[in-house]
Nanobody, 125 residues
Framework: QVRLVESGGGSVQAGGSLQLSCLAS?????????MAWFRRAPGKEREGVAG???????TYADSVKGRFTISGDNANNTLYLQMNVLEPEDTGIYYC??????????????????WGQGTQVTVSA
């Protein structure tokens, strides 16, 4: 059974930084495809932020390119999201997700089978 647990959220001022972590269990090498970060801003739908593929490559939403960096530590089964130059528009609940079947759209909500409980990120102006 796959379990994802996020940590690292908090409150910062605009221009600040945060690092999110996602500890995965049950997501083994044999069934691994992509792990990703999503977020849901107040009053909006959940959207993809960044995806980390099994070959080590990454995909980013246009809104975070150049500011966010996704990375993975296979030895510790942990996914990270380094967020720099945060903006108030980055406020929301951030979710870690994992999927088994690979497809071209790695930031599609519907392609992920496993989700964490979420961690709150608040950026003040």
């Amino acid at each position: 059974q796959v379990r994802l647990v996020e940590s690292g959220g908090g409150s910062v001022q605009a221009g600040g930084s945060l690092q999110l972590s996602c500890l995965a269990s049950g997501y083994t090498t044999n069934n691994r495809c992509t792990m990703a970060w999503f977020r849901r801003a107040p009053g909006k739908e959940r959207e993809g932020v960044a995806g980390f593929h099994r070959d080590g490559s990454a995909t980013y939403a246009d809104s975070v390119k150049g500011r966010f960096t996704i990375s993975g530590d296979n030895a510790n089964n942990t996914l990270y999201l380094q967020m720099n130059v945060l903006e108030p528009e980055d406020t929301g609940i951030y979710y870690c997700a994992a999927r088994h079947a690979c497809s071209e759209d790695s930031l599609s909500v519907g392609s992920y089978a496993h989700w964490g409980q979420g961690t709150q990120v608040t950026v003040s102006a």
